[in-house]
C-alpha cells in the first residue's frame, strides 16, 4: 500500500481557518468510511482527533471537523489557536491494513 | 488509560529484539491492539495490528514474514517480536489501541520505544 498523499505544509494566523487534504484511492479512502486524522506535536505521540471521517473523540474541540468526497478526505481547523501548530496525519483501512498519510505541518502564523 | 512500551534499544542487523505494551486502565481483554512507527524525521507507518482475542493479525508488507504480533490478556501485555532486523526498521514504535469495526483508528497511545538497527 502507498502512503496517502497530503500537502506538506500549511498555515493560517489565529482565528482562520486551514483545511488540509488527504488523496488515496478507491482501495482505501474511497472504498471505506474508516477516515481517521492524528495531531502530533514534536517529541509527542499522536494524538487521535477525527475518527470514521467525521467523528470526534471526546474532549477534542469542535473546531476540528472532518469531511470525505470520493477518494480525498479533509480535515479543517477553525479559528486556529497557536496551540494547533502541530503535524497532522490522515489515515485509512484498506482492506486489512490501515496505510497512514505524508502528514502535514500546520504553521499558525 | 496508560501504554507502556519497554524493549528498545541498539541491535545489529539481522538480530531480533521484542518489543512489550504494559496497558493499565482499560478493559485489555477487550481491545484490538497495534504497533505503528516513525523512523527519525519521518511519517507515521502502521506495523500490525491483532484483534482483541488474538484470532486475526495483520502487517504491513515490509514486516511480513520478520515480525509478529502476539498478546497475553493475563499480562494486560501486548509484544511485537522483531526478527533479521534491518537499518530501515529504525524508529520509534509506539504501542496504540485499535478500535473500530477493523481496528481502524487508535485513541490511546504510548510514548514510543526507539529501536536502532546499526551494525
Known amino acids: 500500500q502507498s502512503a496517502l498523499t497530503q500537502p506538506p505544509s500549511a498555515s493560517g494566523s489565529p482565528g482562520q481557518s486551514v483545511t488540509i487534504s488527504c488523496t488515496g484511492t478507491s482501495s482505501d479512502i474511497g472504498g471505506y468510511n474508516y477516515v481517521s486524522w492524528y495531531q502530533q506535536h514534536p517529541g509527542k505521540a499522536p494524538k487521535l482527533m477525527i475518527y470514521e471521517v467525521t467523528k470526534r473523540p471526546s474532549g477534542v474541540p469542535d473546531r476540528f471537523s472532518g469531511s470525505k468526497s470520493g477518494n480525498t478526505a479533509s480535515l479543517t481547523v477553525s479559528g486556529l489557536q497557536a496551540e494547533d501548530e502541530a503535524d497532522y496525519y490522515c489515515s485509512s483501512y484498506a482492506g486489512t491494513d490501515i496505510v497512514f498519510g505524508t502528514g502535514t505541518k500546520v504553521t499558525v502564523l | 488509560v496508560q501504554l507502556a512500551e519497554s524493549g528498545g534499544g541498539v541491535v545489529q542487523p539481522g538480530r531480533s529484539l521484542r518489543l512489550s505494551c504494559a496497558a493499565s486502565?482499560?478493559?485489555?481483554?477487550?481491545?484490538?491492539m497495534q504497533w505503528v512507527r516513525q523512523a527519525p524525521g519521518r511519517g507515521l507507518e502502521w506495523v500490525a495490528v491483532i484483534w482483541y482475542d488474538g484470532s486475526k493479525k495483520y502487517y504491513v508488507d515490509s514486516v511480513k514474514g520478520r515480525f509478529t504480533i502476539s498478546r497475553e490478556n493475563s499480562k494486560n501485555t501486548v509484544y511485537l517480536q522483531m526478527n533479521s532486523l534491518r537499518a530501515e526498521d529504525t524508529a520509534v514504535y509506539y504501542c496504540?489501541?485499535?478500535?473500530?469495526?477493523?481496528?481502524?483508528?487508535?485513541?490511546?497511545w504510548g510514548q514510543g520505544t526507539l529501536v536502532t538497527v546499526s551494525s
Open positions: 486502565g482499560l478493559s485489555f481483554r477487550s481491545y484490538g
Open positions: 496504540a489501541t485499535a478500535r473500530g469495526s477493523y481496528g481502524d483508528y487508535g485513541d490511546h
